[in-house]
């Protein structure tokens, strides 16, 4: 019903979007890190897409997976900041203090890297279980002139990854078939989801950044993914061009804080049926089942 209601109230807008990637790849641990951050670029080279990467250190492997995130640069896109530790600004045990030290510990490591630029992307888009370490972290960037890396559609690529490591492993390429039309599915609905609910909060239409991850379905999925969505009347703007969207400035009034920068203004407007957490692996099944998967 929710949404059959945004559907009747939103207008035909041009729909522009970037796309980011967050974490990296540990070529320590994943023998096809290289491989699957090479063909990422790749796609985004063919398509001539100016994108941005988050990187964080516990998923590069620190200094191991630097080269990786180098190339990134090298192809003249942005490197941001996704902290050392990867932590959950929501969790009680994490404080304030503790993950601005791992937001600086990331930047010394970063910032010798070409295109590093201080924008800082928030692990699982959380943004603190109180009002004290939310406007202490949000204090803390301002004060270093870090901006904060939003995300207006966010997604579960990290759930169908998953799923293609399974169905890769097995060698199951009907599998395969069925999730990589499961996938663009996935992200079709989403970005129409959030498109809409930004029309029917702050119309119009922003400029849309999607969050992505360094992952081997993007690295095997992305050329069919920008294909689909160009079909669908999207077009793609440079990263850079679209974190300059004001909608990038506001902070979240709400607590828990954080998620979808579209879904935090919805919260804050006291928009009902809005499902918590916005993004999850539960919310997925479905969606496999429509296409003959488990």
Not at 33 to 62: R, T, Y
Not at 153 to 182: E, G, H, T, V
């Amino acid at each position: 019903m929710f949404f059959v209601l945004l559907c009747a109230n939103i207008t035909v807008q041009a729909k522009s979007l970037a796309l980011s990637f967050d974490d990296g790849l540990n070529p320590a641990f994943n023998v096809q890190a290289e491989q699957i951050n090479a063909q990422i670029l790749k796609h985004l080279h063919d398509q001539q897409i100016k994108s941005i990467v988050f990187p964080s250190l516990i998923k590069i492997g620190d200094y191991q997976g630097k080269q990786l995130i180098q190339a990134w640069g090298q192809s003249s896109h942005l490197i941001g900041n996704h902290s050392a530790l990867h932590q959950n600004l929501n969790k009680e045990n994490v404080s304030a203090k503790d993950y601005i030290k791992s937001i600086e510990q990331a930047d010394t490591v970063l910032k010798t890297l070409p295109n590093y630029t201080r924008i800082y992307r928030y692990p699982f888009l959380k943004e603190g279980n109180n009002a004290e370490k939310r406007d202490a972290v949000y204090q803390w960037l301002a004060q270093h002139q870090y901006r904060i890396g939003g995300v207006s559609i966010d997604a579960s690529d990290w759930f169908y990854n998953q799923k293609y490591l399974d169905y890769a492993k097995q060698q199951d390429q009907d599998k395969l078939d069925r999730l990589k039309q499961a996938y663009i599915a996935h992200l079709l609905h989403r970005a129409d989801y959030y498109d809409q609910l930004a029309q029917l909060t702050i119309n119009p239409s922003p400029q849309h950044v999607l969050l992505l991850h360094v992952n081997a379905i993007n690295a095997a999925f992305l050329k069919d993914v920008i294909t689909a969505f160009q079909q669908r009347g999207w077009t793609f703007i440079s990263a850079a061009d679209a974190l300059q969207d004001p909608l990038y400035t506001q902070h979240s009034q709400n607590i828990p804080a954080g998620e979808s920068v579209i879904w935090s203004i919805a919260k804050t407007k006291g928009l009902e049926h809005l499902r918590y957490p916005a993004e999850d692996a539960p919310y997925e099944i479905d969606n496999l089942k429509q296409h003959g998967l488990q």
